[in-house]
């Protein structure tokens, strides 16, 4: 009897289990998977990305890195976060890259979307429910490698 209780309950348990939301944010249709690995490119011994050894700022990565570019933060410590600068609620597009003031990145499409490069969630009134890309960030030293598997 109580092997058939345990069936049942697993049976109901695997029953329930259906696609997460998460699934959809990672599986956007909008947005292609394009590998990519900065390798040692980005040295905050350089001159293009010293101010990366201060907290509240970001460089952005040109399109060889991604589709549209990458935008990397740096938050504090070895805090670090990356995404792609596609507005991920629209087709590519030639108004879907996004451009990046302060900690807001905003497609030039006319419904405005804008998205928070801390978190990589959309801001008030952005149309949609996909939040932006987001890319692996290792730091070892002075080297930060931003990629895409």
Do not use: W
């Not at 049976?11 to 289990?17: M, P, R, T, Y």
């Not at 087709?91 to 879907?96: A, D, G, I, K």
């Not at 804008?114 to 009134?125: A, E, K, V």
């Amino acid at each position: 009897m109580k092997r058939i209780f345990y069936i049942i309950l697993l049976s109901l348990i695997v029953a329930s289990c259906s696609k997460s939301d998460d699934d959809a944010y990672k599986n956007n249709p909008n947005i292609p998977n394009v590998p990519f690995n900065t390798g040692t490119l980005v040295n905050t011994n350089l001159p293009q990305f010293s101010n990366l050894k201060f907290d509240n700022n970001h460089v952005i990565l040109n399109n060889n890195y991604g589709i549209n570019g990458v935008v990397l933060f740096h938050s504090s410590g070895e805090n670090y976060s990356a995404f792609e600068l596609s507005d991920p609620n629209h087709p590519l597009s030639s108004c879907s890259t996004l451009t990046v003031q302060g900690v807001i990145a905003t497609c030039d499409c006319d419904d405005g979307n804008n998205y928070d490069i801390l978190n990589g969630i959309g801001q008030t009134g952005t149309t949609g429910h996909y939040a932006l890309k987001r890319y692996y960030v290792e730091v070892a030293g002075n080297i930060i490698r931003v990629y895409n598997n």
